[in-house]
């Protein structure tokens, strides 16, 4: 059996972590010394060290881990690692899409000389919106879920025979914004009114372009909420947005288009 300072050196492991590791169930030593307490491991356990370790690597919490660890089957734990691996994926891409957006602020910093510039570049106009008629799906849901609340919308089209018009938007019900669980509608424009779940009439907005990913679209709205104020106007309606070029015309993210509307009046 191995001591824990050579079961720790040999997984390249700390004790600290080997002790945690014991205390939360994940790995407990084969044998615990009653009289010095000194903690042993059996060789067999370097390969579950190591597995856990790997597990980590993947990005799992060490609650994933305790859960992966009690499957019976195999099967499970590889629909298990696909997932895993979209999620890295899909994190790779966000990172990949935030670090060109560092770099192009720092591009204009050097420029410009001005660290608020990025901020500064929407221009406001006040117009009515276009008139749409259009499918739609209201729930609470997380930006996240945008994907799994869109399908129904795109699978009733050929169903009940409605041609789409391309532009896709989402409206906002909550005076708060919570990332993770919001009051949002989903709608997709068609072109037959008589087959539409809502017509959006034209209302007067103050509304801004906005290019780039939608991580971003919170500097949009900062900019048309702060022209609103500034100008003898307040916000008369939810908020929406107009997705006019996205990744599925094949763009890059710095390359979207959006459309942010905030229904107004004269004060």
Not at 78 to 106: C, S, W, Y
């Amino acid at each position: 059996m191995l001591q824990i300072g050579e079961f720790s050196r040999i997984c390249q492991v700390s004790v600290k972590t080997l002790h945690h590791y014991d205390r939360i169930g994940l790995l407990a030593p084969a044998k615990v010394d009653a009289l010095t307490g000194y903690r042993y491991y059996e060789t067999e356990q370097i390969d579950a060290m190591n597995y856990i370790q790997r597990l980590k690597r993947y990005g799992f919490s060490l609650d994933e881990i305790q859960k992966l660890l009690t499957l019976s089957d195999d099967r499970e734990m590889l629909v298990r690692l696909r997932q895993q691996k979209e999620r890295l994926k899909q994190e790779q891409q966000e990172r990949a899409i935030i670090l060109n957006e560092l770099q192009t602020h720092i591009s204009v910093f050097e420029r410009t000389g001005d660290m608020m510039t990025y901020q500064k570049g929407y221009r406001i106009e006040v117009k009515d919106s276009p008139a749409m008629n259009v499918l739609t799906n209201r729930a609470m849901m997380s930006v996240d879920e945008f994907g799994k609340y869109y399908s129904p919308l795109f699978e009733r089209v050929p169903k009940e025979r409605v041609t789409p018009t391309g532009i896709n938007g989402s409206r906002y019900y909550d005076k708060e914004f919570d990332r993770e669980s919001s009051d949002i509608e989903l709608f997709i424009g068609i072109k037959e009114k008589d087959k539409a779940d809502e017509v959006m009439e034209p209302r007067l907005c103050a509304m801004t372009l906005h290019r780039g990913s939608y991580s971003t679209l919170s500097e949009a709205y900062g900019a048309v909420v702060s022209w609103i104020m500034e100008n003898g106007y307040e916000m008369a309606g939810e908020p929406f947005e107009l997705y006019l070029r996205t990744q599925f015309d094949t763009l890059s993210p710095e390359e979207w288009e959006t459309e942010v509307y905030f229904p107004v009046r004269k004060k």
